[in-house]
């Protein structure tokens, strides 16, 4: 099972800019879609992003489209999120998740593998 670390998140001035990053421990996370959730204390985890096995791919949740920007590396294994003009109410724990298939998906319940998470606060 492939291994997830986030990391990039803190606190941020809203209008401003900010990039996580999630490396995977190996090879195997090239086949799969990645993707971006957040989750508050006490609710469900929220889809963000999500990208392709090749990148070519994109989708984004309404809310953050046009702001925030997914992208990936797979030699270095790594995915990003380019959250530009972030506002307060992105404030929240973000996760990087692998997909089990090859085309991204918004739904939490595909994605097999998860990262530890890495609290982003926006300040007003």
């Known amino acids: 099972q492939v291994q997830l670390v986030e990391s990039g998140g803190g606190l941020v001035q809203a209008g401003g800019s900010l990039r996580l990053s999630c490396v995977a421990s190996?090879?195997?996370?090239?086949?799969?879609?990645m993707g971006w959730f957040r989750q508050a204390p006490g609710k469900e985890r929220e889809f963000v992003a999500a990208?392709?096995?090749?990148?070519?791919?994109?989708y984004y949740a309404d809310s953050e489209k046009g702001r925030f920007t997914i992208s990936r590396d797979n030699a270095k294994y790594t995915v990003y999120l380019q959250m530009n003009s972030p506002n307060p109410d992105d404030t929240d724990v973000y996760y990087c998740?692998?997909?089990?298939?090859?085309?991204?998906?918004?739904?939490?319940?595909?994605?097999?593998?998860w990262g530890q998470g890495t609290q982003v606060t926006v300040s007003s």
């Open positions: 190996g090879r195997s996370f090239i086949p799969y879609a």
């Open positions: 998740g692998k997909d089990d298939a090859e085309i991204p998906r918004g739904t939490a319940y595909y994605y097999g593998s």
């Open positions: 990208i392709s096995r090749s990148g070519g791919i994109t």
